[in-house]
């Protein structure tokens, strides 16, 4: 039961930062909103990891770093994208798929997964359907390059959850501190940048 409650919450929690983060993406540029991100994760991960005296391990900065890189590129795609929209098909597309790869990730290394899996796949499968299906010809439908976006976007965030699940078992938020501290130096690097060209 707690681990469905948790479930739950991480599912809100998403929800609501796809959102938010698609609403910042209209008003100011995705690069600013993945930064502004960033570097708000950094602070909080960075503290959590010191209050809890977590290890450093190379292997573990590295894991972390390759997914602050798959994370970057996802996040900004995912901003960029729902900017366009419209969000209601465009973050369930990209939610769904981000499922879909680490599950089968887990199927092709032999992990065994619960009965409740597969249905559940199936329920989401057949929502983002019914969420894509819009009768009213005048209602907004996605572009093909804003679909494009939301599967790239899924498909890379996929790839953070398998990175992340390859550090070691007992690094704690390590992997994630690196991740941001990529992430944000990434940014930042993007926006001099364009600042300077």
């Known amino acids: 039961m707690l681990t469905v409650t948790f479930g739950l919450l991480a599912a809100l929690g998403f929800g609501a930062a796809d959102f938010l983060g698609g609403l910042a993406a209209k008003r100011l540029h995705a690069i600013a909103v993945t930064g502004a991100v960033a570097i708000v994760g950094l602070i909080v991960l960075a503290t959590v990891s010191f209050i809890q005296a977590d290890s450093w391990s190379v292997q573990a900065a590295l894991w972390g770093a390759a997914s602050g890189l798959t994370g970057l590129v996802a996040i900004g795609l995912l901003y960029a994208c729902l900017a366009r929209g419209p969000m209601s098909i465009l973050s369930p597309t990209t939610a769904l798929l981000s499922a879909v790869v680490p599950m089968t990730w887990g199927i092709l290394r032999g992990d065994g997964l619960s009965p409740w899996v597969y249905p559940a796949l199936g329920l989401a499968l057949v929502a983002v359907v019914l969420v ?9 439908k996605p572009t ?3 679909l494009a976006m939301a599967i790239g976007s899924g498909l890379l965030i996929g790839m953070f959850y398998i990175f992340i699940d390859l550090a070691p078992d007992d690094s704690g938020v390590t992997p994630l501190v690196a991740n941001r501290l990529v992430q944000t130096t ?12």
């Open 144 to 146: 093909a390059t804003a």
């Open 186 to 197: 990434l940014v930042t690097l993007i926006v001099l940048l364009f600042l300077l060209g």
């Open 132 to 140: 894509g299906f819009v009768p009213d010809e005048t209602a907004t």
